[in-house]
């Protein structure tokens, strides 16, 4: 099981003062965030995409690429590009760049966005969402097949042999369908036979496996075999040196956003009691110390079916970058290996 992290690159108010970091300051704390994580041997590391005031993230091919240049391993991915909402050509051009300096460690993760401040903002209709990204997804497939593609769609001007350039390094882009709870874009990432990356951002895991079972179903449908049918999860995750000691540290930067997204969308207030029942032996956030968070890791693993990658989202915790960097220390060091040890143990012996 690869192991990584996803950020929002989150602005979030100090705790105990209440004052925000500059951006100059927070977008350098995530760049260390990235090398820590490549120094622990962590797999993968995420960046978002939102056009909001809590987040920087809204072009995570710069930030990606500026990772790209101050580390040696890890992979480097978005989670998620909000295809919908851009053009397929420039995404291309963009991850195919950071493939060339990463020297092949790029990866992109696309799906239609769970926010839609970016619809409006690049003058799109949100009526046309899931048209949308069908027909992006389209395009961007076929940009990876071909260098020169003749295309046409309702949304964007047709390509009529045009060179999409650079090329990446690597053979193919590799590329995941990002989806949250909707039975459709599951299927339709396994009736292309493509990686799916689920956000489990709350309740638990177990509610997600007949989704991930349509996903399968409609891929062997299409005649794509199990190592195409590929599963990652990504959850609310952060370790600490006791269970205790990571729920507190996690809960009021999550308190705070999921307060501020959930006014706008007519959510009730978070609570603590609520926190607590998804950070339980039972809920989905892998949050605690390091045996808990790798005990849930293969819980979840094996309530899905067998899943190849787990990513955490640790930026909603408010904490000073030395607690988040000894957070990804034990991500690496400590839950890590506990959990590829389950997993080569459990290998089948080769013949």
């Keep these: 099981m690869e192991i990584g992290i996803d950020s929002f690159a989150a602005i979030l108010p100090d705790p105990a003062t209440g004052r925000l970091p500059s951006a ?29 005031a809590e987040f920087l993230d809204s072009a995570p091919a710069i930030i990606l690429a500026a990772a790209a ?167 609310m995750g952060f370790v600490g040196e006791t269970d205790a000691q990571a729920r507190d540290a996690f809960f009021p930067g999550w308190a705070h956003l999921t307060g501020t997204i959930g006014r706008e969308r007519g959510w009730p207030t978070p609570t603590r009691h609520q926190f607590d029942v998804m950070a339980s032996p039972e809920g989905a956030f892998l949050i605690g110390e390091p045996a808990t968070v790798a005990a849930k890791m293969l819980k979840a693993s094996e309530a899905l079916g067998g899943i190849s990658r787990i990513t955490f989202q640790m930026s909603t915790a408010s904490l000073e970058t030395a607690a988040m960097k000894r957070s990804i220390e034990l991500l690496g060091t400590e839950v890590a290996p506990i959990v590829r040890a389950t997993h080569e143990a459990d290998r089948p012996p080769v013949s």
Excluded at 33 to 41: K, S
Excluded at 42 to 48: E, K, N, Q, R, Y
């Design 24 to 52: 100059t300051d927070r977008m350098a704390d995530l760049l260390e965030e990235i090398e820590v994580a490549d120094r622990v041997g962590l797999d993968v590391f995420g960046i978002g995409e939102h056009h909001r």
């Design 69 to 235: 240049a101050r580390t040696s391993k890890i992979r480097l991915t978005s989670a998620v590009t909000v295809l919908s909402a851009a053009d397929p050509v420039r995404v291309f051009q963009e991850f195919a760049t950071l493939d060339l300096i990463s020297k092949g460690r790029a990866e992109i993760v696309v799906g239609r966005g769970s926010f839609v401040e970016a619809f409006p903002l690049f003058g799109l209709d949100t009526r046309a969402y899931d048209d949308l990204f069908a027909e992006k997804l389209d395009l961007f497939l076929k940009l990876g097949e071909e260098t020169n593609v003749s295309w046409s769609g309702r949304f964007r001007p047709a390509l009529h042999g045009e060179g999409v350039f650079p090329r990446p390094h690597q053979p193919r882009l590799p590329l995941w369908v990002g989806v949250g709870g909707t039975p459709r874009s599951f299927e339709r990432a396994g009736e292309l036979g493509l990686p799916l990356m689920i956000a489990i951002i709350g309740g638990t895991f177990e509610r997600f496996r007949p989704l991930v079972d349509l996903y399968r179903e409609a891929g062997r449908r299409a005649g794509h075999g199990p190592e195409k049918l590929v599963v990652g999860v990504h959850a």
